[in-house]
């Protein structure tokens, strides 16, 4: 993944995010966490929450989810199209702003 595409990354307060510190050494990624009874920071994540749970009921432990699993559910999301990215999927977003960081 291109480095502008992994500058920062904003987590609702799950219990899911275990290896966050991981992220800013391994990655070089800005993490932070939404605050507390804060929705206006977080309304991406609920949205993106929502759509998870279309293919993980909440009682699926998602480290438990083999990968080929988990990379199935991420193909599924980055190929649905979105309103707000006027109809485009988020794939095809991110394929037309690499192409244009290149």
């Given at each position: 993944m291109?480095?502008?595409a992994r500058l920062s990354i904003a987590f609702d307060r799950g219990f899911e995010i275990a290896s966050l510190r991981e992220l800013g050494t391994g990655m070089g990624t800005e993490t932070w966490?939404?605050?507390p009874q804060a929705p206006w920071q977080k309304g991406q994540i609920e949205t993106l929450n929502l759509r998870v749970r279309r293919y993980l009921p909440r009682d699926i432990a998602v480290a438990?989810?083999?990968n080929r699993?988990?990379?199935s559910i991420c193909d599924r999301l980055n190929a649905t199209?979105?309103?707000c990215l006027g109809?485009?999927?988020p794939a095809e977003?991110?394929?037309e702003e690499r192409a244009r960081l290149i």
């Amino acid at each position: 993944m291109p480095l502008a595409a992994r500058l920062s990354i904003a987590f609702d307060r799950g219990f899911e995010i275990a290896s966050l510190r991981e992220l800013g050494t391994g990655m070089g990624t800005e993490t932070w966490f939404c605050d507390p009874q804060a929705p206006w920071q977080k309304g991406q994540i609920e949205t993106l929450n929502l759509r998870v749970r279309r293919y993980l009921p909440r009682d699926i432990a998602v480290a438990a989810l083999p990968n080929r699993s988990m990379r199935s559910i991420c193909d599924r999301l980055n190929a649905t199209p979105r309103k707000c990215l006027g109809d485009r999927t988020p794939a095809e977003v991110f394929r037309e702003e690499r192409a244009r960081l290149i």
